[in-house]
C-alpha cells in the first residue's frame, strides 16, 4: 500500500507557498500603481512653466550642444540671458559629459565645473529624463535643481539645467521643500 498522506501534505504546502507568493506579488503591484498626490495650485503651475521653458530652451541649444560649439552656446546663452532677465531661476548648459558649457550662474572666463556627479546631472544622461534635486549650498540659499537632457538624432547629447533658489520658489509659487521633492517632472 502506498501512502498518500506525504504527497497531500506537500500539495497543501506548495498551495500554501503558491497563495503567500500571489499576495506578494499583488501588493507589489498595487505599491507601484499608487496615485501620486495631486499637486497644488501653485506646484502644477511651477511645473508648467519649467517644462516649457526647458522645451524653448532646448530648441535653442540642442545643436550647438550636439556639435559641441562651446563658443555658440555662450554667445547663445548671452541673447537668452536678456529675454530671460528678471525670471527667478539660473541656467546651466552641460556637455554629454556633464561638464559646463556655459551658465548664467559663473563668471565667463571661469573654469568649466564637472557636474557628473551630481544625482540629479547623472540621472537625466544615465536615464533620459527630467530629474530634480534639492542641493545644500555651502554658502548661500538651498537650491532646486531641474535637469532635462538635451536629444539630437535619439541620442542624448547634454544636459539644461535650471536652478532656483529655494525661497523664491516658496514667495512665488508656494511650494515647499517637501512638495517640491515629491513632484513627478514626467510628461
Known amino acids: 500500500m502506498v501512502s498518500t498522506r506525504g504527497a497531500r501534505g506537500r500539495c497543501a504546502l506548495w498551495k500554501a507557498l503558491c497563495a503567500l507568493l500571489l499576495v506578494a506579488v499583488l501588493q507589489l503591484i498595487t505599491l507601484g500603481c499608487r496615485e501620486e498626490k495631486p499637486l497644488g495650485d501653485g506646484a502644477a503651475r511651477f511645473k508648467k512653466e519649467v517644462l516649457g521653458e526647458m522645451d524653448r530652451l532646448a530648441e535653442s541649444f540642442t545643436l550647438p550642444v550636439a556639435a559641441g560649439d562651446e563658443r555658440k552656446v555662450q554667445a547663445l546663452l548671452a541673447t537668452t540671458e536678456t529675454r530671460l532677465d528678471g525670471q527667478p ?3 546651466t548648459i552641460l556637455n554629454a559629459n556633464g561638464v559646463t558649457l ?14 557628473s556627479r551630481y544625482r540629479a546631472v547623472s540621472r537625466a544622461l544615465k ?31 547634454g544636459v539644461l539645467a535650471i536652478s532656483f533658489d529655494s525661497s523664491e520658489v516658496k514667495d512665488r509659487w508656494g511650494i515647499s521643500e517637501e512638495e517640491f521633492l515629491s513632484m513627478d517632472f514626467k510628461r
Open 89 to 91: 531661476f539660473g541656467l
Open 102 to 115: 556655459a551658465s548664467t550662474l559663473r563668471d565667463e572666463g571661469a573654469e568649466a565645473l564637472n557636474f
Open 127 to 157: 536615464e533620459g529624463r527630467v530629474v530634480h534635486q534639492m542641493l545644500y549650498m555651502q554658502q548661500g540659499p538651498e537650491l532646486y535643481v531641474v535637469c532635462a537632457p538635451l536629444f539630437e538624432a535619439g541620442e542624448i547629447q
